[in-house]
């Protein structure tokens, strides 16, 4: 478990912002998820061929964005959606 953790967190250092999709239903995924940092953006509710509900995912590495200016309307609200979302 723990070098799951690590692997992300050093990912995370090298990819300021990682982001995937999961499919909603999928309990355990989204409780591992969690643990290992990432946060929930938004649900889609008819994603892929099977047109069942996703999350969108994300992990952003808080020092990138504190100690740099990106400026990016896209990364600037995923990170706005990501510190302020819950699942």
């Not at 050093?10 to 999709?21: D, R």
């Not at 499919?23 to 409780?31: H, L, S, T």
């Not at 100690?67 to 706005?80: A, C, M």
Request: aromatic share 18%; glycine share 4%; net charge positive.
């Amino acid at each position: 478990l723990t070098q799951a953790l690590d692997w992300v967190i050093e990912t995370n250092k090298q990819y300021p912002l990682l982001v995937n999709y999961v499919d909603a239903r999928n309990k355990v995924a989204i409780r591992w998820l969690k643990y290992l940092g990432f946060n929930f953006v938004r649900k889609i509710p008819y994603y892929g061929v099977g047109r069942v509900p996703f999350y969108e995912f994300v992990r952003i590495d808080a020092n990138v964005w504190t100690n740099s200016n990106h400026g990016s309307y896209q990364y600037d609200s995923v990170w706005r959606a990501a510190a302020t979302s819950s699942t």
